[in-house]
């Protein structure tokens, strides 16, 4: 039997589907949008190219067509969605690249259009610790009185040997202090982090893990590093040839960062969505749905929770 506290379903983890049940005693769908925006690392401000890895829609692939206003991309997303969940709320999430990084009266726009929608009970933000300023932060702060706000804090590894290597193009410090800042105004704050990266061993990824339990973060979308066409990544990987991940591999690290996370952490993701016309490797992360199913097995057999070593 779970005894697990902070789920409905066989999960040994704190799932989003089961915390946004308990808030808006509702089934939540996620509506991801391209808003247009670019990131500090792309345009020349903090650097070029972009994250290595980073497709040239900017993790965007399942959001909607930035071709299309923001409103017709939601509700073409929303058709979808509501054949599998009818009378669903909706939370409109600013996905592909940095959804911070512009004039507050252009955030303004793009974030009021989709709130004044029907159903849409909150915003999710995707940003980068160095794309929010003074002025952003004092509108979020407004945002998040009127609204369930979520931002999410692309940090990927603590380590900032790894993080040079792949174009981040911020320290550890920086994002420290913007956690710090949304975390006093009471913001709903998630971590994105990247297993797999190159010559990072299990210990280095458990390690990042294990710093951002003792910051008081609200979520994790935890990710296996993918490979893409047409990335600086792919140009790297080719002549380096650095070890990949395999499925146990992913399997046995992922479990064991959730259980040096506090149960009250809210897991959002545990591996990505390559598009897999676009993957290079590794291609067992194109059946999402086994690795998801591998990680409960494995869980139940050993009967592991979250959070089960916060305490060591």
Not at 118 to 140: F, K, M, Q
Not at 282 to 300: E, G, R, S
């Given at each position: 039997?779970?005894t ?6 066989n999960?040994?983890?704190h799932t ?10 509702s089934k939540?769908c ?11 690392n ?24 930035p ?6 991309q ?9 054949r ?5 709320k ?14 507050v ?19 999710s ?9 003074d ?17 999410e804090?692309?940090?990927?590894t ?6 040079k ?14 956690l710090?800042?949304?975390k ?12 797999g ?8 990824m ?11 973060i ?22 380096n ?21 506090n ?26 749905i086994?690795t998801l199913?591998?990680i ?13 070593k916060?305490?060591?």
């Amino acid at each position: 039997m779970n005894t697990f506290p902070y789920s409905n379903t066989n999960k040994r983890y704190h799932t989003l589907d089961y915390f946004y049940k308990q808030k808006f005693k509702s089934k939540v769908c996620k509506i991801s949008l391209n808003a247009g925006f670019t990131c500090p690392n792309i345009d020349g401000t903090k650097g070029y190219n972009g994250c290595i890895y980073c497709s040239k829609i900017g993790s965007g692939e399942y959001g909607g067509n930035p071709k299309e206003d923001l409103v017709t991309q939601f509700n073409n997303i929303k058709k979808v969605m509501d054949r599998k969940w009818p009378n669903s709320k909706y939370i409109g999430y600013f996905q592909a690249r940095t959804n911070t990084y512009a004039p507050v009266e252009v955030l303004k726009e793009k974030y009021e259009t989709i709130l004044n929608l029907p159903n849409v009970v909150g915003l999710s933000i995707a940003t980068r610790p160095d794309a929010i300023s003074d002025e952003c932060l004092e509108y979020l702060k407004e945002l998040n009185k009127k609204t369930f706000l979520t931002i999410e804090l692309g940090l990927q590894t603590i380590h900032d040997k790894t993080s040079k290597l792949i174009n981040r193009c911020h320290d550890l410090k920086c994002f420290e202090e913007t956690l710090k800042k949304l975390k006093k105004n009471n913001i709903f704050t998630v971590v994105h982090i990247i297993n797999g990266l190159p010559y990072e061993t299990k210990e280095m990824m458990i390690e990042t893990v294990k710093y951002l339990n003792k910051l008081g973060i609200d979520g994790i979308k935890i990710h296996m590093l993918s490979i893409l066409k047409n990335t600086p990544l792919e140009t790297y990987y080719n002549k380096n040839k650095f070890h990949i991940l395999s499925e146990e591999e992913y399997i046995d690290i992922t479990i064991e960062q959730l259980r040096h996370l506090n149960p009250k952490i809210v897991i959002q993701r545990l591996t990505g969505d390559p598009m897999e016309e676009d993957l290079i490797e590794p291609l067992w992360t194109i059946k999402k749905i086994n690795t998801l199913n591998n990680i409960d097995k494995k869980m139940n057999k050993e009967n592991i929770y979250q959070g089960d070593k916060t305490g060591e």
